[in-house]
């Protein structure tokens, strides 16, 4: 029987120009009810200290701010690497009892760059009883790949060139279906998604945030040093193993008042800020754009607005949410960070009109 499931939410705010005698255009209208935006950030600079929520100038200490993507970039290194330091197990509970046989040299890497997996397994001697696990699972080749490709992309791309029902189809991920360990794909433009695979490829990431892994088809743990089976975790400042010693935390509620027509700036954030979230607190049919200083909007710039969605730009993957999708709905922007440049927040006070 064919797995394809429908009723995705890709609801549509704004149609391009159309070719048809209905159009879509955007007018500038004035805000008449107050907004409140609320927004958190962690940075390595100080140039979060001023107490306006416009920040009129951004300090580069980019020593400091080098020194942790080094560090960052340090502990991903593992190019033709197993790093058996820790692991995750399976096949047997029970304490480490009987006569087990050595363990098996390592399978190969499950991938050449951005964490795999390598597997080792032992039996039982003939004869006996034994408890405990019967295969370990460790990391390898945890260095980042040159090109940052998807994983999960990848996979879903190994069938578009296979007919389905007759037909050939771009594939991309779907990741909302239940387990985030099955390789669903959905046809680009398209509202079904089909389940190519019962358990994506060992060391495929779990879920756009986080460093967990699948492995068997099952979620697994990873530290932030990229070990399967690490305790080892991020601290606000996104230093590995860290204190949170290394940074500020810079948060506040900006009430909106007697906003025009257009773009409003609210908020200059510096590079290196991690951890970042800014969201209206209400619902309203205004939208929260990003750009950086010297003009060129990533996300609901130039009288266009973005499907809610992950978009990556200023070196990190921000998340775009607005729900429910319908008007009017709130905002919320977040991201991981680190950045790596200073970034405008800014506030569009639109409406759409119908012609």
């Not at 007759?166 to 089909?194: H, Q, S």
Request: with cysteine; charged share 20%.
């Amino acid at each position: 029987m064919k797995n394809i499931s429908t009723g995705i939410d890709n609801s549509m705010f704004v149609c391009p120009k159309s070719t048809s005698r209905n159009e879509f255009s955007i007018v500038s209208l004035r805000l008449t009810s107050p907004l409140i935006v609320a927004l958190t950030f962690i940075t390595l600079f100080h140039s979060a200290s001023s107490k306006h929520p416009l920040l009129t100038s951004v300090r580069h200490h980019n020593s400091r701010h080098h020194k942790h993507l080094q560090d960052r970039f340090k502990r991903q290194q593992g190019a033709h690497l197993y790093l058996p330091g820790s692991y995750v197990t399976d096949g047997g509970d029970g304490p480490d009892q009987g006569p087990w046989e050595e363990w098996s040299a390592p399978t190969p890497c499950s991938r050449t760059c951005g964490g795999g997996v390598a597997t080792q397994t032992r039996y039982c001697q003939p004869g006996y009883q034994c408890s405990g696990p019967s295969s370990r699972h460790f990391s390898c080749n945890t260095q980042d790949c040159p090109d940052r490709a998807d994983f999960r992309a990848q996979q879903c791309a190994e069938f578009n060139n296979i007919p389905f029902e007759g037909v050939n189809y771009d594939w991309i991920p779907y990741t909302k279906a239940p387990d985030p360990c099955e390789l669903n794909c959905m046809p680009r433009g398209e509202r079904f998604y089909y389940n190519h695979a019962r358990a994506v490829k060992d060391g495929t990431t779990c879920s756009d945030e986080g460093f967990d892994v699948c492995v068997n088809g099952t979620c697994r743990p990873v530290g932030c040093d990229m070990m399967l089976g690490s305790n080892m975790r991020e601290d606000q400042c996104r230093v590995c193993g860290g204190d949170g010693s290394t940074c500020n935390t810079f948060s506040s509620s900006i009430p909106m008042k007697d906003m025009q027509g257009g773009y409003n700036d609210i908020l200059l954030i510096p590079a290196g800020a991690t951890n970042i979230r800014v969201q209206e607190t209400d619902a309203s049919n205004n939208y929260l754009a990003v750009r950086n200083t010297s003009g060129h909007y990533y996300l609901n710039g130039n009288w266009r607005i973005d499907f809610p969605r992950n978009i990556e730009f200023a070196g990190t993957r921000f998340k775009y949410e607005r729900e429910p999708q319908q008007f009017p709905a709130p905002d919320r922007i977040t991201a991981l960070g680190p950045t790596t440049e200073p970034l405008f927040v800014v506030d569009s006070v639109v409406a759409l009109s119908f012609n």
